[in-house]
């Protein structure tokens, strides 16, 4: 393993995109501690150390995990990559509902520049409302903390800095969307992939820490580090296990040339979903948290609704929260598979240029077999991704480390998935000058 790092290093061009890569993920790092103006920093600081332990699984806590620990810092990166998440999984869903963008998706090149484009504005907008919501919340600093001595954070309350505040983040957004974009060009594996994977792997030490700190118990330190091996191992098993249906392209005659006759293959992941189901199911749940807050009263005089939801749908160690959340994954992994895989359009191409499933009639038949197979491996995909999703909140009850439970929910999922595909492309870059790849 290590002569195959030695030797990427030692060939020039794949080591000027490995240098680069990492100097952008140090220049991503270095502005996720610059604090956004307006912020006490020592506050912040002061409040996040006394910030008491909740196992609820919300949304802001992944936007917080995405950001490598920026967001409740107030920097200058505080919202991360994930207005650009947000855009990218709304721009893909609205390919589905409007005409015009599903034209777009089939131009190729062309067209996918432009949707990259749109994203890139629906990004920014994302960011202004995200940062404007965050900085409200950040008012109430005993709420956004989850402690009730945190005093004021912010220097001046007044509209000027309020949206110089608001103009900083999403800059910081807009720079980041940038050095994301650059990595992809410039560098080594997808650019936005790799910052998210950087910010999640950022909070890891710090994590782990935090458990051998909480009890002062060495034996339970390492016995967490040892489930998270295993925990990685079957990430890793399933992320590449896939239901492969092969396909025979006929022979055909064009002018004096043959062309066709030759096999390739249908390749269907086991979890073809990714890490969207667990976004989506966190943002839906994070909902009527959000809206129970605002609804509370400090004097404890709260509608029935308010202390129901506050009951079972804040903490994630409640069986009814863990019920809801599941329930939730399931339901999005089969709706994002079934608007991001047609069976009826991969048929019809297949149609189209002369391929079919052998023993499989060609047309209806065909995409209806497709169909029966996506269903089956689908249900095993979202029971997997439903699992790993309620590690952290088992680890709260078994441990009290929801939080700082770094093996499980998305960023196991994104850390293996991220770091899986750069290897796989640097490999690639090996093995075109005849060397040893990381897999082999």
């Excluded at 995109?17 to 270095?30: A, E, P």
């Excluded at 002062?216 to 580090?225: K, N, S």
């Excluded at 096999?263 to 809206?291: D, E, G, R, W």
Aim: charged share 10%.
């Amino acid at each position: 393993m290590l002569s195959v790092f030695t030797r990427a290093f030692k060939t020039p061009d794949l080591r000027r995109k490995l240098l680069f890569t990492l100097g952008i993920i140090v220049l991503f790092r270095l502005g996720s501690h610059v604090p956004t103006p307006n912020v006490n920093y020592t506050a912040v600081q002061d409040c996040i150390a006394g910030a008491r332990q909740d196992a609820g699984n919300n949304f802001l806590g992944m936007a917080n995990l995405f950001s490598g620990g920026a967001l409740l810092q107030l920097s200058i990166f505080a919202l991360g990559i994930m207005p650009y998440i947000t855009a990218s999984i709304i721009v893909q869903l609205l390919t589905v509902v409007i005409p015009r963008f599903e034209a777009l998706k089939k131009e190729g090149q062309q067209g996918q520049a432009k949707m990259t484009q749109y994203t890139r504005y629906l990004t920014i907008a994302l960011a202004v409302l995200q940062s404007a919501t965050f900085i409200t919340f950040a008012r109430n600093p005993a709420a956004l903390f989850n402690n009730a001595e945190c005093g004021p954070i912010l220097y001046r309350d007044s509209m000027f800095s309020i949206v110089l505040m608001v103009l900083t983040m999403t800059a910081g957004t807009g720079l980041i969307m940038w050095l994301g974009e650059l990595v992809t060009d410039k560098g080594v594996g997808n650019g936005m992939s790799l910052l998210i994977f950087t910010s999640i792997t950022a909070t890891f030490p710090s994590s782990l820490w935090a458990i051998q700190q909480r009890d002062g118990r060495w034996d339970l330190f390492f016995l967490v580090i040892a489930i998270g091996f295993v925990i990685i191992a079957a990430v890793v098993f399933v992320e590449q296990s896939q239901r492969r249906i092969p396909v025979q392209y006929a022979k055909k005659m064009v002018g004096r040339q043959m062309y066709g006759g030759t096999s390739t293959y249908i390749p269907i992941k086991v979890n073809m979903a990714n890490v969207i189901p667990i976004i989506f199911a966190s943002s839906m749940l994070a909902l009527p948290q959000m809206i129970a807050q605002f609804q509370s009263d400090p004097a404890g005089n709260n509608p029935g609704w308010v202390d129901w939801i506050n009951t079972y749908l804040v903490r994630g160690d409640h069986p009814i929260y863990m019920a809801v959340f599941t329930a939730m994954i399931l339901f999005f992994t089969f709706f994002y598979v079934s608007i991001t895989f047609n069976p009826t359009e991969v048929a019809d191409n297949m149609k189209k240029y002369g391929g079919f499933i052998p023993g499989i009639r060609a047309g209806r038949p065909t995409a209806e077999y497709l169909q029966y197979v996506l269903t089956r491996i689908t249900v095993p995909g979202a029971i997997y991704l439903a699992l790993i999703s309620l590690i952290p909140l088992v680890a709260f009850v078994w441990i009290g480390a929801n939080q700082d439970f770094p093996f499980g929910g998305a960023s196991i999922l994104i850390m293996v998935g991220v770091g899986l595909e750069t290897v796989k492309q640097i490999e690639s870059q090996l093995q075109q000058r005849h060397y040893e790849g990381f897999l082999r």
